[in-house]
């Protein structure tokens, strides 16, 4: 099967199938994933041809989901857990934060957790309260885990076959708004050249570093696409690992731009731009010609759809910060 | 599949068929008017079900969870209830709202996605609709032993007592909550009402992703008693929930009840049912529709003409068109107000980056008047 | 307060004084040296956990919970599993892993506080302990849903097939997670055993702050049986749990075991129990012990005679003696450690980290060796 | 009742105490504070003084703590909610997250939950796994929560009441290892000059400042003291709240001393030093001789007690990180 064009949730149906096709341990566990093929349709299909042991339908409840899910990884499954929505997650925290990250380190080694956590993460898509939330940086704090957020659908189906092949549990955020957009997916092509914890300079450019992951990638290279046209070159980053964080290909970028702007929807207190700030600040203290500046959401609760418009970076606001960065 | 409500164990006083029949430890007893108010309240509330599911359809409401098929579950319920009684529902629970005297334009809000709720829960004791699965059982405990460190609990009847009520699906007995919020209704005996809506579906889970036995049997090993109920029977639903609220009031402690009914519609209009159930299932619950079931008794005993049928479909129309005519002029909120509410007490760096938006919204308003 | 372990409910096999009595459900057939292979369990993990008390009271173990009182649920329990039957221990289960044959010794790092837990899970089939309440028990789920998919349920007997057993206690069952365990383990029919000691405390709370009725009955609102076992018999712990395992293990899924027993000591060397329970509780409990009453069996049938008691006092000597001389020489673990599987791949942040505070750490070395 | 010396987690039941005097609906939750007086005493004599009904020992269960509480709450109560350990409020964690940051916003101001939720925390004190977390940031990035940590038993009594009588929620860290440093509490003389949500500085100095909280202060005015004999003048601020941050604070200290180092025991990356460095290096760019230096917990699972001292930010540690500020 070589290049199609193919949406970001296709492309992670395509990833989940074949990393099933490669490993028989891999299993799929969920609310609505089987039959229903999840509410995002991303396991479509999945159960009628894996069958329901490998693609389970599970009881509503996502402690459940997690326990069971290390519980199985114990037994030498690997299993990837559908969390419904981003907002759902929060009953599944305990095992997350207390058993997930830290059963390995406990057990000097001995014991491995190779389980995915899928969330479909973010807003944009006119949603009612708790399915628009960005809670990577939750995940990212806990030391552990592997925090990664695809953007693009090339991407989701590589990195989502690389996570289930991790052998660290690895907290997998999916766009959901960007569940849609298409790309080209050749996936005879073979996986990009960044391994799973790489971030990637998606857009090159002198005067300023924007970094983003999932949703944001995309208004981000927009918005370079805006400035350009007004003669601001901006270079923008993928960062795709969230933890750890690819602090590398930041510092590179920022030492040959002088100034970063850090874009998510989560909000900005003691999100992942507020890591990347510190680190960039410390690592390139007399490169920056300007402090970095980070376009989030609002220390707010996640607003009503019909102004989470306002509350979402846009184009503009990232333009804002650009400029505002530019004029220091 | 879905069990035959007609087995021994269901709670039922009037057939679909539309017969009364008696039980052994439920019955009600209301005037010709009260049945007809009863009607009434099922036959609007489906309307209101209805003319949300269309403005969902036109582009009005973001998404709408239609209660079709749980009416009588939900008014048998909701009427059953005293002044002090203090509701906990979903996201579903339309028709106990209309019961608490709440606005159907206040549900929409929501699902219009202009606010998070629109009406006052201490107004109305019917609190905000909760989202997050089970989590409002909790709650239910936790205000039922305030009403308990209140001196609500005795037996002073329902002007001077009082009851919490948590609404919850078959799917939400499956989190921790929920199980935790039996414990510590049966520790404590709280007055509270577990209020089960088992529409046999968890979005595309059948019932038995969550349970191997009927529901309402988890209650007997939290200590408490479980019954289950024909939901689809007004007159059931309302005699075992009246009971339980009783019961609650007077310091017995928590009663979980089954309200075994049918989610007749998709989960949410965002759902596609057909992917996951045969249409022979909703053929087999259309003939246990609790509206007609209802309708047939008042006819065949003459509790209701003509006349009055036709002048509930005028009434009906017009609450049809209030709600059409609040929902196209329901104002979207100032983008502002996502900073409101946030906290009771000042709060600097929040107030900070509210101005910083104001200002950098404002820096648009000489081009354009998108943001005013 | 506690129930009379004398109610019908209780299995029983061997009375407080000593008598073997009949139970129509349930009996065991040990020959002598099985027996007294019992009692020499019981009486080593006893002596190991008051080697254990008495190493934390020298300040050897910042603390240690003991098992007192509960070694016959332990050992009945442990000594009923096959090869392939997997335990999700708490942090009391000293007993269970002596039975899984984890050297003692390992089982004091968590204490002394040089690891989280020194054995391979594995190896010994059985888990690292857990200290967040009830996490354990829905790993133990997954873990025997593992055992469904590896065809390791039905009935090639416990050579070929396997179950999860959760240990966990009294308190416990208050856990969302627990319950939520109950649930999935029901509508998978997994092959899990819940062995629930229930030691009528939880710290300083009694039994009655996590239920108002027998805790064994819980298991009926799930749809699996519930069985409430003489926590201080081993023979009837021994009779329940086999039975329970061999249920799971061909299929037909969960069983709830309540260990009815209690706890002797204080929670932890940390508690002071004094201040909320009384003594006399605590002296009727006296009579009720586990290991006195398999003694007086074993001498009034001569089953024993006093030079093997004299033997088995001379290998608890010895078994003391290796714990103490191998506890003081546990040594600390190197600072460095901390940075070791975190994770298992490559993690480049962690890893500059672990070179700095390596350099951090080697400037001190040249005017102290205290971090060499 | 006038100056006596108090340890600090006497302080705190004198608080409580204070509190519930002065309020009947002031009621007290947790697993074994009643009888028992709770694992560190805190609420020693209220049961038996105030009764059971507002001294509330709880089925085992945080998620029921907190979600009874909300309900408590909506019904005109105060709860105040004990979390034994710091590494048992993740049970909790959705009803603190979804539910109660949310609510008041979600009703539009209809509902108000004046609920506290005291949570001891840090390590030291040679405990087990889960006993010696740090789990501050997860709340600071939680809009609708207000996050606050004492350090010594004036601020502990005083900090308490005004949580309580707070009508936001707040979680209220408690520094476990310094429960019992003393120090003399004169009840009589009134609140502190600062409100619950600002810093103080609590040692001047001019040529650096060290930011801190909750059992970190202590070790970072022993810092200042050891510095200020190799003549290094070091301001120590103890920030108090860390949600809301009082930045005026912490950016008047700064401009005066153009360094920054943040100290605490949570893991550094996404801990509050993060947002402390990212917001000082916007506000103070051009006043800071260095970048704001971070000291913290590494990046690992809090290890076993018998080396959690090298875990653990100490003198040491605070002035190594002051020298290389230093050396910019
Ligand atoms: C904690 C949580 N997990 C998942 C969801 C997504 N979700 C919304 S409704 C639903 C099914 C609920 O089923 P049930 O409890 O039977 O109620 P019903 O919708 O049938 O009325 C799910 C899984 C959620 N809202 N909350
Ligand atoms: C989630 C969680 N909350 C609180 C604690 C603190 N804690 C440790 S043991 C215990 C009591 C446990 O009682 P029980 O389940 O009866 O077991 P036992 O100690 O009696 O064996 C508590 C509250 C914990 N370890 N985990
Ligand atoms: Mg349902
Ligand atoms: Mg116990």
């Given at each position: 099967m070589s290049g199609q064009t193919t949406t970001l949730a296709k492309a992670i149906t395509m990833g989940l199938r074949a990393a099933m096709e490669r490993d028989s341990k891999v299993v799929l566990m969920g609310e609505d994933i089987g039959k229903l093929g999840g509410v995002f349709r991303v396991t479509d299909g999945l159960q009628k041809d894996f069958g329901e042991d490998r693609v389970i339908d599970t009881p509503l409840s996502e402690s459940g989901i997690l326990g069971t899910a290390i519980g199985m990884a114990l037994r030498g499954y690997r299993p990837v857990c559908e969390?419904?929505?981003?907002?759902?997650?929060f009953p599944a925290f305990d095992q997350i934060v207390c058993q997930l990250a830290k059963m390995h380190a406990r057990s000097k080694g001995h014991s491995r957790l190779p389980i995915v956590v899928r969330i479909p993460f973010g807003g944009?898509?006119?949603?009612?309260?708790?399915?628009?939330?960005?809670?990577e940086a939750y995940f990212a704090h806990t030391a552990g885990l592997r925090v990664v957020a695809c953007s693009n659908p090339v991407d989701a189906y590589w990195m989502i076959q690389q996570a289930v092949a991790s052998d660290d549990p690895v907290i997998f955020f999916e766009p959901k708004r960007r569940y849609w957009e298409k790309a080209e997916l050749?996936?005879?092509?073979?996986?990009?050249?960044?391994?799973?914890?790489q971030a990637r300079v998606v857009r090159e450019g002198a005067d300023i570093t924007v970094a983003a992951y999932g949703p944001m990638v995309k208004v981000c290279m927009d918005a370079a696409s805006a400035a350009a046209e007004d003669g601001t070159s901006i270079e923008v980053l993928?960062?795709?690992?969230?933890?750890?964080?690819?602090m590398d290909t930041v510092v590179a970028s920022v030492r040959r731009t002088h100034r970063l702007v850090v874009v998510h929807?989560?909000?900005?207190?003691?999100?992942?731009g507020a890591e990347i700030a510190a680190q960039v600040t410390e690592s390139c203290f007399h490169h920056l010609e300007a402090p970095v500046l980070r376009v989030g959401g609002?220390?707010?609760?996640?607003?009503?759809?019909?102004i989470e418009e306002e509350y979402l970076p846009d184009l503009d606001r990232v333009l804002d910060a650009v400029d505002r960065s530019l004029a220091y | 599949m879905a069990l035959a409500p007609e087995e021994p164990e269901l709670v039922q006083?009037?057939?679909?068929?539309g017969e009364l029949v008696e039980h052994p430890d439920y019955r009600v007893d209301f005037s010709d008017e009260e049945l007809r108010g009863l009607y009434r309240d099922l036959a609007l509330v489906r309307r209101i079900d209805a003319e949300a599911t269309a403005l969902q359809r036109q582009?009005?409401?973001?998404i709408w969870a239609s209660l079709l098929g749980q009416e009588a579950a939900q008014i048998g319920s909701g009427r059953a209830m005293g002044p002090n009684d203090h509701v906990f529902p979903t996201y579903r629970e339309h028709g106990v709202a209309w019961c608490r005297g709440v606005d159907p334009l206040n549900l929409l809000g929501l699902f219009r996605g202009v606010?998070?709720?629109?009406?006052d829960p201490e107004e109305h004791h019917f609190h905000l609709y909760t989202i997050?699965?089970?989590?409002?059982t909790l709650h239910a405990v936790g205000y039922a032993m305030g009403l308990q460190r209140d001196g609500?609990?005795?037996?002073?009847?329902p002007e001077l007592t009082g009851a919490a009520v948590a609404y919850f699906g078959d799917?939400?007995?499956?989190?921790g909550d929920v199980n935790e919020a039996f414990i510590w209704a049966s520790v404590f005996q709280a007055p509270v009402v577990f209020f089960c809506?088992?529409?046999?579906?968890?979005i595309s889970e059948p019932l038995e992703r969550q349970t191997r036995?009927?529901?309402?049997?988890?209650a007997s090993g939290f200590g408490f008693p479980g019954v289950r109920v024909d939901g689809n029977d007004v007159l059931a639903t309302y005699a075992v929930t009246q009971a339980a609220l009783a019961r609650a009031r007077e310091g017995s402690g928590p009663t979980f009840i089954?309200?075994?009914?049918?989610?007749?519609?998709?989960?949410?209009?965002?759902?596609?049912p057909t992917r996951y159930r045969i249409a022979a299932e909703v053929e087999a619950w259309k003939l246990k529709d609790p509206i007609e079931r209802l309708r047939s008794f008042l006819i065949r005993t003459g509790k209701a003409d003509q006349d009055w049928f036709e002048a509930l479909e005028e009434e009906s129309n017009q609450l049809a068109k209030h709600i059409r005519a609040g929902c196209l002029d329901m104002p979207d909120p100032s983008?502002?107000?996502?900073?409101?509410?946030?906290?009771v007490d000042p709060h600097k760096p929040l107030a900070n980056q509210r101005e910083q938006f104001a200002a950098y919204l404002a820096s648009f308003e000489s081009t354009s008047e998108e943001h005013s």
């Amino acid at each position: 099967m070589s290049g199609q064009t193919t949406t970001l949730a296709k492309a992670i149906t395509m990833g989940l199938r074949a990393a099933m096709e490669r490993d028989s341990k891999v299993v799929l566990m969920g609310e609505d994933i089987g039959k229903l093929g999840g509410v995002f349709r991303v396991t479509d299909g999945l159960q009628k041809d894996f069958g329901e042991d490998r693609v389970i339908d599970t009881p509503l409840s996502e402690s459940g989901i997690l326990g069971t899910a290390i519980g199985m990884a114990l037994r030498g499954y690997r299993p990837v857990c559908e969390i419904q929505f981003d907002g759902f997650v929060f009953p599944a925290f305990d095992q997350i934060v207390c058993q997930l990250a830290k059963m390995h380190a406990r057990s000097k080694g001995h014991s491995r957790l190779p389980i995915v956590v899928r969330i479909p993460f973010g807003g944009g898509i006119g949603a009612v309260e708790h399915h628009s939330e960005s809670p990577e940086a939750y995940f990212a704090h806990t030391a552990g885990l592997r925090v990664v957020a695809c953007s693009n659908p090339v991407d989701a189906y590589w990195m989502i076959q690389q996570a289930v092949a991790s052998d660290d549990p690895v907290i997998f955020f999916e766009p959901k708004r960007r569940y849609w957009e298409k790309a080209e997916l050749d996936t005879s092509a073979g996986p990009p050249a960044e391994a799973l914890d790489q971030a990637r300079v998606v857009r090159e450019g002198a005067d300023i570093t924007v970094a983003a992951y999932g949703p944001m990638v995309k208004v981000c290279m927009d918005a370079a696409s805006a400035a350009a046209e007004d003669g601001t070159s901006i270079e923008v980053l993928d960062l795709r690992s969230l933890s750890p964080l690819d602090m590398d290909t930041v510092v590179a970028s920022v030492r040959r731009t002088h100034r970063l702007v850090v874009v998510h929807e989560a909000p900005v207190t003691l999100g992942m731009g507020a890591e990347i700030a510190a680190q960039v600040t410390e690592s390139c203290f007399h490169h920056l010609e300007a402090p970095v500046l980070r376009v989030g959401g609002f220390d707010t609760p996640y607003p009503p759809s019909r102004i989470e418009e306002e509350y979402l970076p846009d184009l503009d606001r990232v333009l804002d910060a650009v400029d505002r960065s530019l004029a220091y | 599949m879905a069990l035959a409500p007609e087995e021994p164990e269901l709670v039922q006083l009037l057939t679909p068929e539309g017969e009364l029949v008696e039980h052994p430890d439920y019955r009600v007893d209301f005037s010709d008017e009260e049945l007809r108010g009863l009607y009434r309240d099922l036959a609007l509330v489906r309307r209101i079900d209805a003319e949300a599911t269309a403005l969902q359809r036109q582009g009005e409401l973001g998404i709408w969870a239609s209660l079709l098929g749980q009416e009588a579950a939900q008014i048998g319920s909701g009427r059953a209830m005293g002044p002090n009684d203090h509701v906990f529902p979903t996201y579903r629970e339309h028709g106990v709202a209309w019961c608490r005297g709440v606005d159907p334009l206040n549900l929409l809000g929501l699902f219009r996605g202009v606010d998070m709720g629109g009406w006052d829960p201490e107004e109305h004791h019917f609190h905000l609709y909760t989202i997050v699965i089970g989590a409002q059982t909790l709650h239910a405990v936790g205000y039922a032993m305030g009403l308990q460190r209140d001196g609500m609990v005795g037996d002073g009847g329902p002007e001077l007592t009082g009851a919490a009520v948590a609404y919850f699906g078959d799917g939400a007995t499956s989190q921790g909550d929920v199980n935790e919020a039996f414990i510590w209704a049966s520790v404590f005996q709280a007055p509270v009402v577990f209020f089960c809506q088992n529409n046999q579906w968890a979005i595309s889970e059948p019932l038995e992703r969550q349970t191997r036995i009927p529901l309402y049997q988890r209650a007997s090993g939290f200590g408490f008693p479980g019954v289950r109920v024909d939901g689809n029977d007004v007159l059931a639903t309302y005699a075992v929930t009246q009971a339980a609220l009783a019961r609650a009031r007077e310091g017995s402690g928590p009663t979980f009840i089954e309200a075994y009914t049918y989610r007749m519609g998709a989960h949410t209009t965002s759902d596609d049912p057909t992917r996951y159930r045969i249409a022979a299932e909703v053929e087999a619950w259309k003939l246990k529709d609790p509206i007609e079931r209802l309708r047939s008794f008042l006819i065949r005993t003459g509790k209701a003409d003509q006349d009055w049928f036709e002048a509930l479909e005028e009434e009906s129309n017009q609450l049809a068109k209030h709600i059409r005519a609040g929902c196209l002029d329901m104002p979207d909120p100032s983008p502002m107000t996502m900073f409101d509410h946030v906290y009771v007490d000042p709060h600097k760096p929040l107030a900070n980056q509210r101005e910083q938006f104001a200002a950098y919204l404002a820096s648009f308003e000489s081009t354009s008047e998108e943001h005013s």
